[in-house]
């Protein structure tokens, strides 16, 4: 007995020892099962999640695509709607214009043979006004009227004008006389310099300064702004002839006080020089 006892045991602890890596076994393949199964619930939560997210990018889509064919829809009903006035627009003046032709066509002859009447009136008035009124005097065009003494005429053209002209108090002979004083005074002045001086003094006093002593006055003042390194010739000029004329010495010194408050005033230097 003691002998099966210890068989049996052995048996046993064979038996054991061998259901040992069964067990391990059996334990590794429910523990790799509980891992597949896991995995799998990953899987299909991954695949739900990109689902959704599908889902939700389509709905997306479709809200910008109703929001734009809504957009596009609106702007149809807008150009319709304008086409429509428009549309309105033209067949209202068509309507009128057609309207204005039928009355003008439906004019009754009365009134436009009223209207002819009246314009054949004012036409008859206006002609015998036109025959009453004297014809007006066309003014000829004379160079010597201008201003500025109007253009350039010759010498030996201006000779033969001076000798038509009869009446030496008309204005035609004035205005030549001017003209021909104005050249002479202007000429002396440019001509003047310090050896030939007693030479042009002599000539100015031959001319009528008296007359011309603005153009006098003028020309000399335009001569020194002009050349300017000249100004003790133009003023001892000024000198002789203030003994002789004091009045034209005067006039000269108020026109440069005259001009030089002028330049002061606008800031010029050239007047105040």
Same mark, same amino acid.
């Given at each position: 007995?003691?002998?099966?006892?210890?068989?049996?045991?052995?048996?046993?602890?064979?038996?054991?020892?061998?259901?040992?890596?069964?067990?391990?076994?059996?334990?590794?393949?429910?523990?790799?099962?509980?891992?597949?199964?896991?995995?799998?619930?990953?899987?299909? &939560?991954? #695949? =739900? @999640?990109? +689902?959704?997210? $599908? !889902?939700? *990018?389509?709905? %997306?889509?479709?809200?910008?695509? /109703?929001?734009?064919?809504?957009?596009?829809?609106?702007?149809?009903?807008?150009?319709?709607?304008?086409?429509?006035?428009?549309?309105?627009? &033209?067949? #209202? =003046? @068509?309507? +009128?214009?057609? $309207? !204005?032709? *039928?009355?003008? %066509?439906?004019?009754?002859?009365? /009134?436009?043979?009223?209207?002819?009447?009246?314009?054949?009136?004012?036409?008859?008035?206006?002609?015998?006004?036109?025959?009453?009124?004297?014809?007006?005097?066309?003014?000829?065009?004379?160079?010597?009227?201008?201003?500025?003494?109007?253009?350039?005429?010759?010498?030996?053209?201006?000779?033969?004008?001076?000798?038509?002209?009869?009446?030496?108090?008309?204005?035609?002979?004035?205005?030549?006389?001017?003209?021909?004083?104005?050249?002479?005074?202007?000429?002396?002045?440019?001509?003047?310099?310090?050896?030939?001086?007693?030479?042009?003094?002599?000539?100015?006093?031959?001319?009528n300064i008296v007359?011309?002593?603005?153009?006098?006055?003028?020309?000399?003042?335009?001569?020194?702004?002009?050349?300017?390194?000249?100004?003790?010739?133009?003023?001892?000029?000024?000198?002789?002839?203030?003994?002789?004329?004091?009045?034209?010495?005067?006039?000269?010194?108020?026109?440069?006080?005259?001009?030089?408050?002028?330049?002061?005033k606008r800031k010029?230097?050239?007047?105040?020089?």
């Open positions: 007995m003691g002998v099966k006892d210890d068989r049996t045991e052995r048996h046993d602890s064979e038996s054991d020892d061998d259901r040992a890596p069964l067990r391990r076994r059996q334990r590794h393949d429910s523990n790799s099962d509980e891992d597949r199964s896991k995995d799998r619930g990953k899987d299909r &939560r991954d #695949r =739900s @999640r990109e +689902r959704n997210r $599908r !889902s939700k *990018s389509r709905e %997306k889509r479709g809200r910008t695509d /109703r929001s734009g064919s809504r957009d596009d829809q609106q702007s149809r009903r807008r150009r319709s709607s304008r086409e429509r006035s428009a549309q309105g627009n &033209r067949k #209202r =003046s @068509r309507d +009128r214009r057609s $309207r !204005s032709r *039928s009355t003008r %066509k439906s004019a009754s002859p009365s /009134r436009r043979d009223r209207k002819r009447e009246r314009s054949e009136d004012r036409k008859d008035v206006a002609k015998k006004s036109d025959e009453t009124k004297e014809p007006p005097q066309k003014k000829k065009a004379d160079m010597l009227t201008t201003k500025t003494g109007g253009a350039y005429i010759p010498p030996a053209k201006l000779k033969m004008m001076q000798e038509s002209i009869t009446d030496k108090t008309s204005e035609a002979f004035q205005r030549l006389a001017w003209e021909a004083l104005k050249k002479s005074i202007n000429g002396l002045i440019n001509k003047v310099n310090s050896p030939n001086i007693a030479v042009i003094v002599r000539e100015l006093f031959a001319e007359r011309g002593r603005g153009l006098l006055c003028q020309s000399v003042i335009q001569a020194q702004t002009a050349s300017p390194t000249f100004t003790h010739v133009y003023a001892a000029l000024a000198a002789i002839i203030n003994t002789k004329f004091p009045n034209i010495g005067e006039l000269l010194l108020k026109r440069l006080i005259i001009n030089f408050k002028r330049g002061f010029d230097k050239l007047r105040c020089t």
